[in-house]
């Protein structure tokens, strides 16, 4: 990078001569404002002449570009079809970029129309931007939402964020960052043409809601959550209801010492055949009604050692259950005859 480069006369970037006496964290980020605002934040990375001649220590890069660097996405769309692609709030126009095919100019609209022929839509989202909500709520227009750069960790709520997705056939999340998210109600909630969603690299720490978070994922056969950490969530209302393709799932990872509702938490998952949830503490529990309502297909259920006696809502809890389930937890004496 030519010398040239560096703004001469900007405010807040000084000579190399007065830079001698300063902080080096104060002028990275100076730099830093500098290359994102003409998103070439990578070559600060790279080029060990710029480093050089800044007599710069770049060993915090990389906590710097979790905090600068942009979140890339692709996404394709059904072809000849017209509708919203991403859902921009008013006052973060700015800051996103978007690029249609291979081009490399600038789309301002978030719309398709019939007549683009857009095989590819290219999103770049600036670090200004925290919340992820309603991001591509009731976007149904697009088959692929693939997450190509995700260094950044100040995301913190993704409620909604594919809700109403319906014609979402493939979600690549390999990359996604969740460190800071604290919301995750309805996050996937619609996505009715999925077949199978890898979250094993979710980190869900600070999740306190996971209230419909795949609700209606009806074509849905392959869920791994193996990793997720539940131990500040509080509310699992219809986590998983209406999952009727969903013949198996891992919940051994699951801590629920916090949680006070799993009201049709498995509701309709008509397929699924043995669940084992001995692992979940139900100390905290308010209402878990209707949670394994039309579970029709399931034939185990090793539960834990639930005190119904704290509960304030217990009814309906195993209605349009298999009548040899049923027996099996009527055998328990643990659930009062409303339970069924």
């Not at 699924?272 to 394994?292: A, D, G, Y």
């Not at 297909?297 to 539960?303: A, D, I, Q």
């Amino acid at each position: 990078m030519e010398s040239s480069s560096i703004p001469k006369n900007e405010k807040d970037i000084k000579s190399k001569d007065e830079l001698k006496n300063l902080k080096s964290d104060y002028f990275l980020k100076n730099i830093i404002d500098y290359l994102k605002a003409k998103k070439s934040l990578q070559i600060f990375k790279y080029n060990k002449k710029l480093q050089k001649r800044l007599n710069l220590n770049v060993n915090n890069y990389k906590e710097y570009s979790e905090i600068y660097s942009s979140i890339e996405i692709d996404l394709i769309p059904i072809p000849n079809t017209n509708g919203t692609f991403i859902n921009i709030p008013e006052n973060e126009k700015e800051y996103f970029h978007i690029y249609y095919n291979e081009r490399k100019d600038e789309i301002k609209n978030n719309k398709l129309f019939e007549n683009n022929k857009v095989s590819k839509i290219k999103i770049i989202i600036d670090y200004q931007v925290k919340s992820f909500e309603l991001l591509f709520n009731n976007c149904n227009i697009i088959e692929s939402i693939s997450f190509k750069k995700f260094y950044r960790i100040n995301i913190n709520n993704m409620s909604k964020m594919f809700s109403g997705c319906s014609s979402l056939k493939e979600l690549n999340l390999s990359n996604f960052n969740t460190n800071n998210v604290t919301n995750m109600a309805l996050m996937f909630e619609g996505c009715s043409s999925l077949t199978k969603l890898n979250l094993s690299n979710f980190n869900t720490n600070n999740v306190t809601t996971m209230e419909s978070m795949f609700e209606g994922c009806s074509s849905l056969q392959y869920l791994n959550i193996s990793n997720f950490n539940t131990h500040n969530v509080e509310n699992m209302i219809y986590m998983f209801g209406k999952c009727s393709s969903l013949k198996e799932l891992n919940l051994s990872s699951f801590n629920t010492h916090n949680v006070r509702f799993m009201y049709s938490m498995f509701s309709k998952c008509s397929s699924l055949k043995e669940l084992n949830i001995s692992n979940f503490n139900t100390e905290h529990l308010w209402n878990i009604s209707w949670m394994f309502n039309s579970c029709s297909s399931l034939k185990e259920l090793n539960l834990p050692n639930i005190n119904t006696n704290k509960l304030t809502s217990c009814c309906n809890v195993f209605t349009g259950c298999s009548k040899e389930l049923i027996m099996k937890i009527k055998s328990l004496n643990k659930f009062k005859e409303d339970a069924f």
